[in-house]
């Protein structure tokens, strides 16, 4: 497993890769009681995904990615081809996302506090991934053409997305406090941080340069998992997890806490303020409109022009009232 690590880094693979394809080869490997992979095949490998489906119940992307985890070991890792697999595909369940509402939005956001508030009002505002809100550079704010610049997102691409007005003054004060942060690790023998890609021996001194710091930086210095150097890295998912999942429950809604959510919430908002699917796959970042367009389930649903029949039987109801009520009152 430590030369599959050092192979997936000698690809430039990313370091959440590096931890999926990792799980999903141990787990392949212990469901076939510990046997090396070279010495199994294709047998074995349409076992394990057709578990998967039938016995676990992955869902189908869980079984894609185990699928591409496993291709990797034996095509790139060990230079094995496998043949045309016969296994059964996982079903592919179509799932309305998580929207929360505009008052229940502003209702967790009550019970957030500091620089939680700023992430959650930032990922709503801004329609980000937790991901690429926590990986967020002070250069990718600018605040001159109000414009957020998303590095190497999903897919490893490259987007611009909308700067909220009304939150510039709170990432103003977040710059200043991780400007003197980083001027105290400076002073203290730290201040590096990661680079992407090969740029920290393109450029040399970009790792301690304030431009390239996270926006939302930890509170201690960490040793690196693959490099072994002691940086300060961006606030952990989990952290953010948490505060969400306590706000979310403290606000008495009786939705799943997911931070995922906010980003679904500003997709719908977006097409309820009569915005285009265009212009929000943009701004999310879809490689396919159809994904932008699960959110339009939510929009439409109840909004369709079809009034239900238990509210037409109250509008009769009260009209028969109203009338009586005005006989009765002639008569007297």
Known sequence: MDILRQHIRKQG??????????????????????????????????????????????????????????????????????????????????????????????????HLQRVFRLQIELMYGSGLRSAELLSLRIKDVDFGSNNIFVRGGKGNKDRTTLLPQGIIQDLQRQVKYVSLLHQQDLLTGYGLVYLPDALDRKYPRAAKQLAWQYLFPANTISKCPRSGIYRRHHIHSSTLTRQVN?????????????????RHSFATHLLKAGYDLRTIQELLGHSDINTTEIDTHVVNHGNKGVLSPSDRLRSINKIKETGANYFNGALG
């Not at 992955?58 to 060990?78: E, G």
């Open 13 to 110: 693979l990313s370091y959440r890769t590096e931890q999926t394809y990792t799980h999903w080869i141990k787990r392949f490997i212990h469901f076939n009681r510990l046997k090396h992979p070279a010495g199994m095949g294709p047998a074995e490998v349409e076992t394990f995904l057709t578990h998967l489906a039938a016995h676990d119940l992955c869902a189908s992307n869980a079984q894609r990615v185990a699928l591409n985890a496993i291709a990797y070991l034996y095509k790139q890792f060990l230079g094995k081809d496998i043949p045309d697999l016969d296994f059964t595909i996982a079903k592919r369940q179509r799932r309305l996302p998580v929207v929360y509402s505009r008052e229940e939005v502003a209702t967790v956001l009550s």
């Open 246 to 262: 306590s706000a979310v429950r403290k606000a008495g809604i009786n939705k799943p806490a997911r931070c995922h959510a906010f």
